[in-house]
């Protein structure tokens, strides 16, 4: 009988486990509350760790092939001064390919066409019963009228508000507030042209970038109380904080509807948890490792997540075993990017004027030694490779030719 995977939560690293396990002969169940897989969200960079382990599941051509490469860009104040500009081909070269960006709905749709019809179920509340253990399976209840499934191997991708998370780790002290709230949106792209940019002001910022479909993704986060929600609307909001800095920004924010500007509060896991395991339950992406947007790295962890869970279950002669050596594997490195994007949260969102004055200064001076210093910052996130050599789309070439130095030297050319 084939081994049972049960992922709870159908987002990009629910999605991306379920398909890696699939791929290694497991039938796999996801559960997702929503009604739908349809995301709540706008658009998602992938840097080149994230596109290498989707190269796994044979998944990187194509979303290269869907998204938008991003181009020479950089980071601005709010009356349009340039701080430092970034250098695209650069990043690829050092980095082993490009930054893309796509909408969210779009790799959902990927991921989702890569499982059988019959894996997913939609509108499904679901809980650890029983985590199990080497021994026994893991029972997951479906629910409150008793009906339970058992698996060999549970996935928790239930975000960071995780049901599964409290279960495991009671004592854990959960998310905490990170004192920032963000705003997204999809917009029709402004009528002249404009370079890819992150703006940063005093206690917020801004960021605009194209997709592939002529519209593009704005993202913006400030300084605000747990909660805090605007008066009017949310785009009235953007426009008291936003409205009057560089263009194209007044420009996007007049192309948006209210209702198509979304806004979350951010919420981290500042303490890290003690494992990313327990029995047969391993969490993965928000439910692990909740972290701020400022490096754009959230989503990009989770799929690194799912890859190393789904080689490590592959390898590993015993499910407590295995999943050891997937928390040996992500606990410090996610750790690590999760103070990381808290240090640059507070970078971003100083808000006394000569702290801001002297932030700029900084950030101009290292560009002006050149885009390397820039670039620096991404060594040991984005050169990141999965730990297994063998990329799915390339398996019948033979392993000679699968190599991750190849892989890299074919996505750096557009």
């Known amino acids: 009988m084939r081994q049972h995977a049960v992922v709870i939560g159908g987002g990009i690293g629910g999605l991306t486990a379920a398909v890696a396990l699939h791929q290694q002969g497991r039938r796999v169940t996801v559960l997702e509350r929503a009604a739908s897989l349809a995301p709540v969200g706008a658009g998602i960079g992938l840097a080149p760790n994230a596109q290498r382990a989707l190269d796994v599941i044979g998944l990187g051509d194509r979303v290269r092939e869907l998204a938008a490469w991003q181009g020479d860009g950089g980071m601005r104040t709010p009356s349009g001064r340039w701080l430092c500009r970034t250098d695209a081909a650069a990043a690829a070269e050092r ?13 959902v749709d990927l991921l989702r066409a890569a499982l059988p019809d019959d894996a997913v179920r939609t509108g ?3 809980s650890v019963a029983d985590p199990g253990d080497g021994r026994r399976p893991a029972r997951v209840a479906l629910g409150a009228d008793g009906r339970e499934l ?3 191997l549970v996935v928790a991708a239930d975000g960071i508000h995780s049901g599964v998370r409290r279960g495991l780790f009671p004592d854990h002290p959960g998310p905490a507030y990170s004192g920032y709230t963000t705003w ?8 002249r042209p404009f370079a890819p940019h992150e703006t940063w002001g005093r206690g917020g910022l801004w960021g605009t970038q194209p997709l592939k479909d002529g519209r ?3 993202y913006a986060m400030a300084a605000a109380p747990a909660g805090a929600r605007a008066p009017d609307d949310e785009r009235a909001e953007l426009l008291r904080r936003f409205g009057d800095w560089h263009d194209p920004i007044p420009e996007v924010l007049a192309g948006a509807a209210p209702e198509a500007v979304l806004r979350h509060d951010v919420h981290h896991l500042i303490t890290p948890l003690p494992a990313f395991h327990r029995g047969r339950v391993a969490l993965l992406g928000d439910a692990a490792h909740a972290m701020q947007p400022t490096l754009g790295q959230g989503g990009n962890q989770a799929v690194e997540d799912a890859v190393v869970l789904a080689h490590h279950v592959a390898a590993g002669p015993s499910p407590d075993r295995a999943l050891a050596a997937y928390t040996a594997d992500r606990l410090p490195r996610t750790t690590a990017l999760v103070r990381k994007a808290d240090r640059t949260g507070r970078l971003a969102m100083l808000s006394s004027r000569p702290a801001v004055a002297v932030r700029d200064a900084l950030v101009a001076a290292v560009s002006r030694l050149g885009p390397g210093l820039v670039l620096r910052g991404f060594e040991g996130i984005a050169d990141w490779s999965p730990p297994t050599a063998a990329y799915a789309a390339d398996r019948e070439a033979g392993p000679a030719e699968t190599g991750t130095a190849d892989v890299r030297r074919r996505r750096s050319t557009p």
């Open 95 to 107: 980095f082993g390919g490009p930054l893309v960006l796509l909408h969210r709905a779009v790799l």
């Open 216 to 218: 593009i993704y704005a």
């Open 184 to 191: 997204r949106l999809v917009v029709p792209a402004p009528g």
């Open 124 to 126: 499904v509340t679901a």
């Open 150 to 152: 058992e698996a060999d």
